[in-house]
């Protein structure tokens, strides 16, 4: 060992601060390219008068805000934009809730049905939607054939799913929560084994029953976990545009709009950069009050 | 208050193989402090769990007074359990863990300010009410375990273990305040451990569990004193009961009846015994050595004394056993037979 120890030097990086930066480069370039850029971009955009296709670009100060903010379809937009993803939360915590205690015990089959809850979550959301497209679509819809089937509606009587505003509101609802379905249900059992055993058996010896054990001991004991799942569900819904997109793409008469497809319907598709720059930056107060309570929890995590 | 009685109750896991419980007969008897003793995998508390509800049986009837309650859920025994890790609520505070069985039996709401209340003050955590039990120390959740346990005076307390957690001088005060409170309120009382002084000091009887099967029961001082076969014996005792080999039968003798001699004792069993180690436990000396020539030769003993500081390691002394502290033990069935006359040398 004698020989070896003069030769063996500790590696590379303690010494080198290039190879340290060099390291730390990629995370840098991809913040400041794909999230620092366009951001500023984005603030430049929604102070100016900045459309496709038209090299002049004059400042025109809160012009873009003032005119967003007195369209209806920004009001619909940031209206839906909360109902989906607080009612989508909502649908989901009940129901992962439910998915994860049918879940909890053994039994036959139980990995293949976790298996397939998880599906919707593997597959890109872009396929799921289309199929849901399909699903819910006027003309080719299965539901409706059901219901048809069991005398529920009469052909061409039947409701069309994408097609009326409050029915449209609702599948896109339905779908959203479809997708955060399986996240949850996977963080919730996690959570479920890591309570002792022990103690939902003192609450059965206590004299609590099934519902009093699960409302007042287990879910209230899993609350942290609860609002990862919460928070991380909101952003996502929250700054999703595609299941909008596919399903409605904004219709019927920008009943389903939310923020971000609103953003793409009138900046990308509509050439009006600035008022797409404008319309997105509603977003950054309220996601920025949700990365603070994610890191909040983060920490509370890696402290406790 | 109540009996608690089982009849050939068995527990098998799996199918095919030996029962963790096998056909368990017993009766408490009122108020009684009655404690499962065995070692890890004895079965003793899958016994307790079945009897709380939370194990189905395999077979067999759990009758609590009087009423056979296989088909009835824990929160209809009327008993209350208190578990190795006290498994209190952690998002709940002590005064709302102790009221939660009162809440989940539905007691009238204003009577519960005044049992929590009662509980607490007989725990001594009456100062604690407002704390998480995260702030407490391990007594202390022990307490807050045991009062949740008797706030709504149940018929039986069922114990697995409490005291297991604590370190040992904690141990041995909380065993004490449990025999006080258990003479307080009288509750017949079923206690699990693992650990035979906590058995010997605690329980009105001690039933010893070995593989599943009861292998005795009775009093402390029949289980200690009149071992039903050689499990129970060297079970029991620390250092446990010395055997010896004895062509059909096994001959068993205490360590603190192997004692030092330097007159003849009429009745008493003589050997030669070699010194080969010696340990001082303060009030005590644990002294192990062989027996030196006879039908034992080479055999490794155990003696208990007051003092061993005139014997010197590596000498050989006359020790005695006295003849009516043999124990007889069938070497086949390996239970307690009837003294009889053998040949020592």
């Known amino acids: 060992m004698a020989v070896a120890k003069g030769k063996i030097r500790p590696l590379g990086a303690a010494q080198s601060p290039l190879l340290g930066a060099a390291m730390f480069s990629p995370a840098v370039l991809y913040i400041v390219l794909l999230v620092g850029g366009p951001f500023l971009l984005a603030i430049f955009y929604a102070f100016s008068d900045a459309r496709i296709g038209n090299a002049e670009i004059h400042f025109v100060g809160l012009e873009n805000f003032r005119s967003i903010w007195q369209s209806p379809s920004f009001r619909i937009a940031i209206r839906n934009s909360f109902i989906f993803t607080i009612c989508s939360q909502i649908v989901v915590v009940v129901g992962a809730n439910i998915l994860a205690i049918s879940l909890e015990k053994a039994f036959r089959g139980r990995g293949l049905i976790r298996f397939l809850i998880l599906l919707p979550w593997v597959a890109p959301i872009a396929l799921g939607a289309i199929g849901w497209k399909w699903i819910l679509d006027s003309i080719y819809s299965v539901i409706t054939w059901v219901l048809v089937a069991v005398h529920i509606y009469k052909p061409f009587s039947a409701p069309m799913w994408l097609g009326e505003p409050r029915l449209a509101i609702a599948s896109v609802l339905l779908v959203h929560s479809w997708r955060l379905m399986p996240f949850s249900t996977v963080i919730l059992l996690a959570g479920r084994t890591a309570i002792p055993k022990d103690i939902p058996e003192a609450a059965a010896v206590d004299g609590a029953g099934f519902w009093r054990t699960q409302l007042q001991i287990v879910i209230p004991m899993m609350r942290p976990i609860i609002s990862v799942a919460v928070l991380f569900g909101l952003i ?43 319309i997105s930056l509603f977003l950054v107060p309220l996601l920025v009050i949700l990365a603070y309570f994610m890191l909040r929890i983060a920490h509370r995590a890696e402290v406790s | 208050m109540a009996v608690v009685e089982t009849r050939n109750l068995t527990k098998v896991f799996k199918a095919g193989q030996p029962g963790a419980v096998n056909n368990v007969n017993l009766e408490t008897r009122e108020g009684e402090f009655l404690v499962f003793l065995g070692p890890s995998g004895s079965g003793k508390t899958t016994l307790l769990r079945m009897i709380a509800g939370l194990e189905a049986p395999t077979s067999g009837e759990i009758l609590i007074g009087g009423k056979v309650v296989n088909e009835l859920s824990p929160r209809d025994r009327r008993i209350a359990m208190v578990f190795q890790s006290y498994a209190l609520y952690p998002h709940l505070s002590v005064y709302k863990n102790i009221a939660f069985p009162l809440i989940a039996q539905k007691v009238k709401k204003e009577l519960h300010k005044e049992k929590v209340e009662w509980a607490s003050s007989l725990l001594g955590i009456g100062a604690l009410l407002d704390r998480k039990p995260r702030e407490l120390s391990g007594g202390e959740r022990q307490r807050v375990a045991l009062a949740r346990a008797i706030v709504r005076e149940p018929a039986v307390f069922l114990l697995d273990e409490p005291l297991s957690n604590l370190d040992a001088k904690l141990r041995a005060s909380a065993r004490e305040e449990l025999e006080r409170f258990h003479r307080r309120v009288g509750t017949t009382t079923i206690y699990v451990t693992h650990d035979q002084v906590e058995a010997m000091a605690m329980g009105d009887r001690v039933m010893v569990l070995n593989k599943g099967l009861v292998r005795q029961l009775g009093t402390p001082t029949e289980v200690y004193d009149n071992p039903a076969d050689t499990f129970v014996a060297t079970f029991l005792g620390s250092p446990p009961m010395n055997l010896a080999d004895l062509g059909d039968v096994v001959v068993g003798f205490r ?17 030669r015994f070699k010194v080969e180690n010696s340990e001082y436990l ?18 490794k003993i155990f003696s208990r004394l007051a003092s061993a500081r005139d014997l010197q390691l590596g000498n050989t002394y006359f020790f005695v056993v006295p003849k009516r502290e043999l124990k007889f033990f069938d070497r086949v069935t390996e239970e307690r037979v009837v003294p009889r006359d053998v040949s020592w040398q």
């Open chain 2, 255 to 271: 360590p603190e009846h192997f004692q030092p001699t330097s007159i003849g004792i009429p009745d008493a069993i003589p050997f």
């Open chain 1, 236 to 278: 996502f819904t929250f700054t999703d545009m595609t299941v909008v997109y596919i399903l409605t793409a904004g219709g019927p008469f920008d009943s389903t709009q939310t923020l971000p497809s609103l953003a793409f319907a009138l900046g990308i598709q509509g050439s009006d950069l600035a008022a797409g720059a404008a």
């Open chain 2, 282 to 299: 303060g009030s005590e000396w644990i002294v192990s050595g062989t027996v030196v020539g006879g039908r034992l030769d080479g055999k």
